[in-house]
């Protein structure tokens, strides 16, 4: 198995371009989440989703749009980049509701965007 | 929201030390775990322990999760034991998000 996968590992953005996180796991995994780390904090959570077709807000949601057609992928959406959101990314997942850790997360090697 | 918080913020050790960090959480939990992310920003699994104690090689970890609190020992650290230790806690309601605390940066010193 990959585990949990990201793309791009960098990137460079202009205010108000647009652009997508790419996220993949090939773990079978229900349930996924997208977090940004910030210097000096702990992660905090974006969006999450514990299915396919079904999406939720985290702690600060606000600029970025997330959707789950495929149980595999979640990517994230930024609409119109601002600096506020430099920062690096991590994907997340875990076992399915089934399994006896199914609430063991597992993170992706992240992306670490800058936006000037 | 749950409050998770972490001590020491920062930890200085000579090579060969042993150390403690503490987790305290504010609410029940379903989950917690604890995560060491390296110099190069990777997050490793390091136990996944919502009760009880758990030990892998020089690393060991026990929650008390009626008292709300979890400590990861490291024994006789190393070098490559450098980085920000994270604990992650969700709420005990099912597959609810990971809350993180700010973290324990460790730095082993040869």
């Known amino acids: 198995n990959a585990g949990v996968t990201q793309t791009p590992k960098f990137q460079v953005l202009k205010t108000g371009q647009s652009m997508t996180l790419q996220c993949a796991q090939d773990m079978n995994h229900e349930y996924m989440s997208w977090y940004r780390q910030d210097p000096g904090m702990g992660l905090r959570l974006i969006h999450y989703s514990v299915g396919a077709g079904i999406t939720d807000q985290g702690e600060v949601p606000n600029g970025y749009n997330v959707s789950r057609s495929t149980t595999e992928d979640f990517p994230l959406r930024l609409l119109s980049a601002a600096p506020s959101q430099t920062s690096v990314y991590f994907c997340a997942s875990s076992y399915s509701r089934t399994s006896s850790r199914y609430n063991e997360q597992f993170f992706g090697p992240g992306t670490r965007l800058t936006v000037l | 929201g749950i409050q998770v918080e972490q001590s020491p913020p920062d930890l200085i050790l000579q090579e060969g030390a042993n150390s403690t960090l503490r987790c305290n959480f504010s609410?029940?939990?379903?989950?917690l775990q604890w995560f060491h992310q390296n110099p190069w920003g990777q997050l490793i699994n390091l136990f996944y322990?919502?009760?009880g104690t758990k030990q892998n090689g020089r690393l060991s970890a026990t929650t008390v999760a009626t008292e709300r609190y979890s400590l990861l020992y490291i024994s006789s650290s190393q070098t490559t034991d450098s980085g920000v230790y994270f604990c992650?806690?969700?709420?005990?309601?099912?597959?609810?998000?990971?809350?993180f605390g700010k973290g324990t940066r460790l730095s082993v010193i040869a």
């Open positions: 609410d029940s939990v379903n989950n």
């Open positions: 992650a806690v969700d709420l005990n309601s099912g597959n609810t998000p990971l809350v």
């Open positions: 322990i919502p009760s």
